[in-house]
């Protein structure tokens, strides 16, 4: 599986921004593609997370409300739409794909996923 990030940018508080994350390879239905995010000296976090057949979706408590996750399986496309941004949400992002079979309840465990995008900057500042 590959996996191409793509959206960042420059933003002001208050601002959106739509991430993408471009899927090849054999993604399946059993898999999941999650984002993440590593902020200046920080680890690298969870944001969100869907299935890539069916529904399901989890989100980190500090994006709730105001991010969405959301997929195109025709395109192999996930999307992170990102509204109200806040300077703390200043990061790279990465999406990345487990290896198969990841429950919905462990979506935000950062050990199921194996494979990884080039990461995209989000600056948010005034």
């Known amino acids: 599986v590959q996996l191409q990030a793509s959206g960042g940018g420059r933003v002001q508080p208050g601002g959106s921004l739509r991430l993408s994350c471009a899927a090849s390879?054999?993604?399946?239905?059993?898999?999941?593609i999650g984002w993440f995010r590593q902020g200046p000296g920080k680890e690298r976090e969870f944001v969100a997370g869907?299935?890539?057949?069916?529904?399901?979706?989890s989100y980190a408590d500090s994006v709730k409300g105001r991010f969405t996750i959301s997929k195109d399986n025709a395109m192999k496309m996930v999307s992170l739409q990102m509204n109200s941004l806040e300077p703390e949400d200043t990061a790279v992002y990465y999406c990345?794909?487990?290896?198969?079979?990841?429950?919905?309840?462990?979506?935000?465990?950062?050990?199921?996923?194996?494979?990884w995008g080039q990461g995209t900057l989000v600056t948010v500042s005034s």
């Open positions: 990345a794909a487990d290896r198969g079979r990841t429950i919905l309840s462990d979506l935000a465990n950062i050990q199921r996923y194996a494979y």
């Open positions: 390879g054999p993604i399946s239905s059993r898999h999941v």
């Open positions: 869907i299935r890539w057949s069916g529904s399901g979706t």
